[in-house]
């Protein structure tokens, strides 16, 4: 693999977390307006988020995205 292909994979990478970030975030969003908190769907979506959460904070720390990232649903500001 090449180091542009490397790069690219990487910018591919970063983009589906964010994606799935907000995704999470929007999903959670509805089950909790339908007092769903609870449920196993939730708790799976909340681990889910977490997981992305920690991969944005990883990019985050290593100056890839800045930190405003995850303060607006994932996406790189």
């Known amino acids: 693999m090449s180091e542009q292909e490397r790069l690219e994979a ?3 990478m970063l983009a589906d977390v964010q994606k799935n970030y907000a995704e999470l975030t ?7 307006a339908e007092k769903k908190e609870k449920s196993a769907t939730f708790r799976q979506y ?3 988020k977490m997981t992305c959460q920690y991969m944005l904070s990883m990019y985050q ?15 790189n500001g």
């Open 26 to 32: 929007a999903r959670m969003a509805k089950l909790k």
């Open 46 to 48: 909340w681990s889910n």
């Open 10 to 12: 990487f910018e591919r």
């Open 61 to 75: 720390q290593y100056g890839l995205i800045d930190a405003s990232a995850l303060e607006n649903g994932g996406k």
